[in-house]
């Protein structure tokens, strides 16, 4: 099946700093999304992708689908402590109704003050 | 302003015992959708509804696991003969159609003893 990966698991940065996360398929995907968690919440989009090359920006945050259509990365610029959390990227399945999300592992950002 | 709601919040039952988890939708959205969440991982989909009929239930682990949506609203995923294994957290969402933008409830964290 469709698989998205996402590496490293977790990431530190110093508040103020930007980080960029990358998100990679073996298969295209049509749609990016990313998503951010935080504990005991369910996942909230935070942007999403339509078309190949699209680069989305939502405050501080940017998005982008990859030309290839088989990766997509999200910046986050100048970073503040609420921006810790868990960020997922998913795509909708292929195959069959093309409603069901896959997601990636996540991963874990840590603000230091 | 209502998003999608989960009860229990939490649920701990012992092993062979039957569970009901269930998700109450932003109104007036036809599709829903559940996904599992282990720990360390991304949302897993388990089914899929498009008003009251499962249009992709394909995620459903084994028979032990089924899920209702009798009025095309309110939802309930059923779980019979709980095993340790099935220790996850339970997530909800719904959306208008489009499986990109689907909004999450909070979850309802399962442990089976």
């Known amino acids: 099946g469709q698989q998205l990966n996402q590496s490293p698991q977790s990431m530190f940065i110093q508040e103020g700093e930007d980080v960029s996360m990358n998100c990679t398929s073996s298969s295209i995907f049509n749609t990016w999304l990313w998503y951010k968690q935080d504990p005991g919440e369910g996942p909230v989009l935070l942007i999403a992708l339509y078309k190949a090359g699209e680069l989305t920006s939502n405050g501080r945050l940017t998005a982008q689908f990859g030309i290839t259509r088989k990766d997509s990365f999200l910046n986050i610029s100048a970073s503040i402590p609420s921006d810790v959390g868990i960020y997922f990227c998913a795509g909708p399945a292929m195959t069959g109704a093309n409603s069901k999300l896959t997601f990636g592992k996540g991963i874990t950002l840590s603000v230091r003050p | 302003g209502a998003g999608v709601s989960q009860t229990p919040s939490n649920k701990v039952t012992e092993k062979g015992k039957y569970v009901e988890l269930r998700c109450d939708p932003i109104?007036?959205?036809?599709?829903l959708y559940w996904y599992r969440q282990s720990l360390g991982q991304g949302p897993e989909f388990l089914i899929y509804?498009?008003?009251?009929?499962?249009?992709?239930d394909s995620g459903l682990p084994n028979d032990r696991f089924f899920a209702v949506r009798p009025e095309g609203s309110v939802s309930t995923l059923k779980i019979q003969r709980t095993e340790r294994g099935d220790s996850a957290v339970y997530l909800c969402?719904?959306?208008?159609?489009?499986?990109?933008?689907?909004?999450f409830g909070p979850g309802t964290r399962l442990t089976v003893l």
């Open positions: 509804f498009q008003g009251t009929g499962a249009a992709d």
């Open positions: 969402a719904s959306s208008l159609g489009s499986p990109a933008e689907q909004f």
């Open positions: 109104s007036g959205h036809t599709a």
